[in-house]
């Protein structure tokens, strides 16, 4: 047990861990079991200041015999907690363990009538007040239903890409028919009808953001270690189903890091920034574990010229951790996502992500950071240290011109299909498109600027 401490104070408050100097506030303490048993279990150790330092207990037994009725009295079902006197620098400290609630729905706090579900949002305990946040937890402790297997709304088989999902099933061999796309998710019969998941629409639509406005990917690319400084390249990828854009935030990456040079025995070798099966797993892991039903927020990957972020939106599901992605348990949010990405072979099975990180250690490569700064899950990836001296050195933005170019060979093009073609913001594809028309690169049919028929083309010189 005082093994247990010593790794409990080499720990910061966070989704596992509390500290409180005293148990004068039995309240706060119950609210933070609640939270624990929601989230991933956890512990709350009494007797230790925020700052780490044990300042011990005058009464450690009635702390202990006050904290244990207060939970067992305020806790909906109630719960019998572990609590543990123990002594720690000849101090003596009270620790109070919460197992991961495991039933159906979550573990409440009791105040008279009311009952309130908390969970854990970093170090603080958080009541859950929306409905929609419920369902999703209730869902997930369920094991069905979840968020993606549930029909979109208003989606008709006409939004997915039929033809895609043939194309990517036959190279597993798989013939796919309505039975196999209800099998694995992609849609499913409602008063005799097949309507796409949620699954599919991410997949597998032709327009994802019309049925979830937030489901895309965003990549920017930063000049220095912080978010100072103006963006040196960006790019949005909404309008694309997702197994597409993972190719799309690839090449963002690699445009934007490079490789390291090593020249063992005199043999020149190319070393990625980043470990490439490592970095497609994290990226294939943020698209199967994200939490679609949250709004307003979006998948991102933030360049940096010391280290990469890949973050998805939403806590890690119920019932796990850090602690546990890195012994290799997986609890999937999206079942039927992470089956298909299974059965097309994009990830090998549940709760490899951190065995490829330990692989990718043995080439030299730092392990990844996994944290959940808030509702979010992020990812923080060192690159290799050959590579730290060799990041490139960009005074510019990244030029877009040539692709600009390229498009409009084809024809004529608004700037909604500029914007989405590059995977832009529509800001910065003004910036581009405004220095290409003085340069003269470019010219517009004429019309006004807020003409929603504007549209951009090549000089007659450069069409050819």
């Known amino acids: 047990m005082a093994k247990l401490i010593e790794d409990l104070l080499q720990q910061r408050e966070g989704s596992g861990v509390d500290f409180k100097a005293d148990g004068?506030?039995?309240?706060?303490?119950?609210?933070?079991?609640?939270?624990?048993?929601?989230?991933?279990g956890g512990s709350i150790l009494i007797g230790v200041d925020d700052d780490r330092n044990v300042i011990g207990l005058d009464d450690p037994q009635g702390t202990e015999e006050a904290i244990s009725n207060a939970i067992y009295s305020s806790t909906e079902p109630r719960q019998s907690p572990l609590i543990s006197v123990m002594t720690q620098d000849d101090k003596e400290v009270v620790l109070v363990e919460a197992q991961y609630f495991q039933g159906a729905d979550p573990l409440q706090l009791k105040e008279g009538d009311k009952l309130t579900v908390y969970e854990r949002v970093g170090s603080t305990s958080i009541p859950v007040t929306d409905d929609e946040r419920l369902e999703q937890i209730r869902r997930e402790r369920r094991g069905r239903d979840g968020f993606d297997q549930l029909p979109a709304a208003g989606a008709t088989l006409e939004n997915l890409d039929v033809a895609a999902i043939k194309e990517a099933f036959a190279t597993r061999g798989i013939e796919i028919d309505e039975a196999k796309l209800e099998s694995y998710?992609?849609?499913?019969?409602?008063?005799?009808?097949?309507?796409?998941?949620?699954?599919?629409?991410?997949?597998?639509?032709?327009?994802?953001?019309?049925?979830?406005?937030?489901?895309?990917?965003?990549?920017?690319?930063?000049?220095?270690?912080?978010?100072?400084?103006?963006?040196?390249?960006?790019?949005?990828?909404?309008?694309?189903?997702?197994?597409?854009?993972?190719?799309?935030?690839?090449?963002?990456?690699?445009?934007?890091?490079?490789?390291?040079?090593?020249?063992?025995?005199?043999?020149?070798?190319?070393?990625?920034?980043?470990?490439?099966?490592?970095?497609?797993e994290i990226l294939h892991n943020a698209i199967a574990h994200a939490d679609y039903s949250r709004r307003g927020q979006h998948l991102n990957v933030s360049i940096y010229s010391d280290h990469l972020v890949v973050e998805s939106p939403g806590k890690l599901p119920a019932g796990m951790s850090v602690e546990y992605l890195k012994a290799g348990v997986s609890v999937a949010r999206n079942r039927a996502i992470m089956s298909i990405l299974h059965a097309l072979g994009y990830?090998?099975?549940?709760?490899?992500?951190?065995?490829?990180?330990?692989?990718?250690?043995?080439?030299?490569?730092?392990?990844?950071?996994w944290s959940e700064p808030g509702p979010i899950v992020r990812a923080t990836l060192q690159?290799?240290?050959?590579?730290?001296?060799?990041?490139?050195?960009?005074?510019?933005?990244?030029?877009?011109?040539?692709?600009?170019?390229?498009?409009?060979?084809?024809?004529?093009?608004?700037?909604?299909?500029?914007?989405?073609?590059?995977?832009?913001?529509?800001?910065?594809?003004?910036?581009?498109?405004?220095?290409?028309?003085?340069?003269?690169?470019?010219?517009?049919?004429?019309?006004?600027?807020n003409s929603p028929n504007l549209r951009y083309r090549l000089p007659d010189s450069s069409a050819e």
């Open 185 to 280: 998710e992609l849609a499913t019969r409602q008063n005799n009808e097949l309507i796409p998941t949620h699954a599919g629409i991410l997949l597998f639509g032709k327009d994802p953001t019309d049925f979830l406005p937030d489901a895309y990917f965003r990549g920017i690319r930063y000049p220095g270690t912080d978010k100072s400084g103006d963006a040196l390249d960006s790019a949005e990828w909404k309008g694309l189903p997702l197994l597409r854009v993972i190719d799309e935030v690839e090449s963002f990456i690699a445009r934007n890091t490079g490789t390291a040079q090593t020249i063992p025995g005199q043999k020149r070798r190319n070393i990625p920034h980043y470990e490439p099966a490592l970095l497609r």
């Open 347 to 369: 990830v090998e099975k549940h709760g490899t992500v951190y065995a490829k990180a330990v692989a990718a250690a043995e080439a030299g490569y730092p392990i990844p950071e």
């Open 24 to 40: 004068s506030s039995p309240k706060g303490i119950v609210k933070d079991f609640v939270a624990f048993g929601n989230t991933a």
């Open 383 to 449: 690159p290799h240290p050959k590579a730290v001296d060799e990041q490139p050195r960009r005074s510019r933005r990244h030029d877009r011109t040539p692709e600009v170019i390229e498009f409009l060979k084809a024809g004529e093009k608004s700037a909604m299909e500029l914007s989405k073609l590059l995977g832009v913001s529509s800001r910065q594809l003004q910036r581009i498109l405004k220095a290409m028309e003085e340069a003269g690169q470019i010219e517009t049919n004429g019309l006004p600027k």
